[in-house]
Every structure is written in C-alpha cells, then in structure tokens.
Nanobody, 112 residues
Framework: EVQLVESGGALVQPGGSLSLPCAAS????????ISWVRQAPGKGLEWISR????????YYAESMKGRFTISRDNAKNTLFLQMNSLKSEDTAVYYC?????WGQGTQVTVYS
C-alpha cells in the first residue's frame, strides 16, 4: 500500500523541542522530493519545508528558518522534521506530502 505515516506529535511547553518522523511505504521514496505542511486550528494549510530526493537541497518557510530542520534517511524510507524553540503558534496538525499523497497527520500542541 502506498502511504505516508507521521508520528511523534505531543504536548510540549514553549521553548521545547520535538522530532517528527514520517515513514513512507509502497513507492520508491528516494526518487521524490518531499515536504512538511501543517494546519493550525481554524486555519488553512501552511507549507513548512521541502527536501530534495537526495537530501542535498532544503527549503524553508521564512518563519521556520533557524528553528526547524528537515532531513531524510532514504535507506529507511523516512523523513524527519526537527523542531526547536517551539511557540504556541506552532500548534497544528503536521503532515508529510509527496504530490497528491498525504499522511494522516500528527498533532503538535505547544502550551504553557
């Protein structure tokens, strides 16, 4: 089955860190660039970051630069998002995305 499965969502305090993995299966993961996207409560989708097929090129939304790091392990068919210095406005459901393929999302809640 072709799918993306995010995990790692949690409740964290402001200033905390979290790492989100996204496990891919059913397709040749290493052939594709892949993105992280999030959706905050009551808001639309917000693009976070993208990584090239080989991991050499990374792109970030301006508000995430310096706090979030995208990476991938093609041998393990897994994408990662390392999030540091989390803020309340980072509260959202986080998704990984390849073309029209989306995972089910994982909830990150930043609270004080």
């Amino acid at each position: 089955e072709v799918q993306l499965v995010e995990s790692g969502g949690a409740l964290v305090q402001p200033g905390g860190s979290l790492s989100l993995p996204c496990a891919a299966s059913g397709f040749t993961f290493g052939d594709y660039a892949i993105s992280w996207v999030r959706q905050a409560p009551g808001k639309g989708l917000e693009w976070i970051s993208r990584i090239s097929w080989n991991g050499r090129l990374t792109y970030y939304a301006e508000s995430m630069k310096g706090r979030f790091t995208i990476s991938r392990d093609n041998a393990k068919n897994t994408l990662f998002l390392q999030m540091n210095s989390l803020k309340s406005e980072d509260t959202a459901v986080y998704y990984c995305n390849v073309g029209s393929l989306w995972g089910q999302g994982t909830q990150v809640t930043v609270y004080s």
